[in-house]
């Protein structure tokens, strides 16, 4: 099975091919590079708070 995540970050996609493979077989993870329009550290109004 082909899996396509949405990031390129190495533990994100190995994460989610070990959560894949508890229920899978033949498990390829392929990580795809999208834009979130949020910096790699949010700040200000892109921070949702749960107060």
Request: net charge negative.
């Amino acid at each position: 099975m082909k899996v396509l995540i949405g990031t390129n970050n190495k533990g994100k996609v190995e994460g989610a091919k070990q959560a894949f493979e508890k229920f899978y077989e033949n498990v390829e993870m392929v990580g795809v590079p999208v834009s979130s329009g949020v910096g790699d550290e949010p700040v200000n109004d892109e921070i949702s708070s749960s107060r």
